[in-house]
């Protein structure tokens, strides 16, 4: 079983910048694949960035180049670092826990954490 808390979101202005930390709970996280997703109002939940087991990473393509997922297992936790932000960022964003880099079912998932972006 692991327990994921999300937390670092907020309200920024377009062009700013915010770090999302994903907390982990239980002694297996190093073994899991993690990833970040969003949804915003009125749109379906989408991937953003995946992060293997061992660091490997994928943005959708909308976020290459601004968005940076990382993890440091010693500290059980997965981060997001998003630059050059927009509108269009505007979601509530969810990490997530699975057995298999970029599978297509995530076992495990946190609450979410609010992001806004001002014009």
């Known amino acids: 079983q692991v327990q994921l808390v999300e937390s670092g979101g907020g309200l920024v202005q377009a062009g700013g910048s915010l770090r999302l930390s994903c907390a982990a709970s239980?002694?297996?996280?190093?073994?899991?694949?993690m990833a970040w997703f969003r949804q915003a109002p009125g749109k379906e939940r989408e991937l953003v960035a995946a992060i293997s087991s061992g660091g490997r990473t994928y943005y959708a393509d909308s976020m290459k180049g601004r968005f940076t997922g990382s993890r440091d297992n010693a500290k059980n936790t997965v981060y997001l670092q998003m630059n050059s932000l927009k509108p269009e960022d505007t979601a509530v964003y969810y990490c997530?826990?699975?057995?298999?880099?970029?599978?297509?079912?995530?076992?495990?998932w946190g609450q979410g954490t609010q992001v806004t972006v001002s014009s």
């Open positions: 239980g002694r297996t996280f190093s073994t899991y694949a």
């Open positions: 997530a826990a699975g057995s298999k880099f970029l599978t297509t079912s995530y076992d495990y």
